[in-house]
């Protein structure tokens, strides 16, 4: 295996478009921006349907959260398991894939560790290992 794996769950676009609360890198990075304070971000509709690239390899991993169609604009966040101070967001997005289209929340390349996953649908955070070199799935359909 290569020491850095690149899978792709859908074509990648050229560049993921900015919006509000996005800095260019967190944009290009897949999508996972740290929360900005006001949280006034705006969701434009063209683009909740979006390909990711993960990058996984030695002490990193990924994480891909399978959704119902309903939560698709959501934020779902991430902190680290010693705390939520410090949470990172990526929104739930229509993606294709070779069966069709699922919804789902990509965080593209996280450290390897454990992991508190929060959305406001859940009655408190979800826990989750990272494994090196490894996608980790959660279904929540």
């Known amino acids: 295996m290569p020491a850095q794996l690149r ?3 859908s074509g990648v676009p050229p560049e993921r478009p900015t919006s509000p609360g996005y800095t260019a890198a967190e944009a290009k990075s897949g999508g996972a921006g740290i929360c900005c304070p006001d949280m006034s971000e705006l969701h434009d509709p ?4 979006q390909g990711v690239m993960v990058d996984v390899g030695p002490g990193a991993g990924a994480l891909v959260i399978y959704t119902e169609d309903d939560l698709n604009g959501d934020e779902i966040e991430i902190s680290d398991r010693d705390g939520d101070s410090r949470r990172v967001h990526t929104d739930v997005l229509r993606r294709k894939v070779a069966g069709g289209y699922v919804s789902a929340a990509v965080f593209g390349s996280l450290a390897e560790g454990e992991y508190l996953v929060w959305h406001k649908r859940l009655s408190g955070p979800t826990s989750v290992k990272i494994v090196s070199g490894q996608v980790t799935e959660l279904d929540w359909r």
């Open 7 to 9: 899978r792709a769950l």
């Open 46 to 49: 063209r683009h909740l349907e």
